[in-house]
């Protein structure tokens, strides 16, 4: 995940283009399929990804997963592992 992240961030790292086509590919496959999204955001966001993916990586990536989910216990799902990082700060 730190690689993509550093890649994907700087245009002039050798692999940039390779971490675009992963971005890509991600968002292809949580449109076709919208429940993997509860399985996707969370390893972007916390773990080894950071809580500002969009930001860091110069993206919209976590914005456009967001507006692919459907359903009332994926939108509970989601808003869970939104504020899980900033329950764990705060304590």
């Known amino acids: 995940m730190r690689c993509l992240i550093n890649h994907i961030s700087h ?22 399929n919208a429940e993997i999204v509860t399985t996707v955001l969370p390893r972007l966001i916390s773990g080894n990804g950071v809580y500002n993916f969009d930001q860091v990586t110069k993206t919209k990536t976590v ?19 939104l504020v899980s990082p900033v329950k764990t700060i705060k304590t």
Request: glycine content about 2%; some cysteine; hydrophobic content about 35%.
């Open 63 to 81: 914005d456009k997963l967001l507006s692919q989910i459907r359903g009332d216990r994926a939108h509970e799902l989601i808003i869970r592992e």
């Open 11 to 32: 245009k002039d790292r050798f692999l940039h283009r390779a971490a675009e086509r992963c971005i890509k590919s991600l968002q292809q496959e949580v449109e076709a």
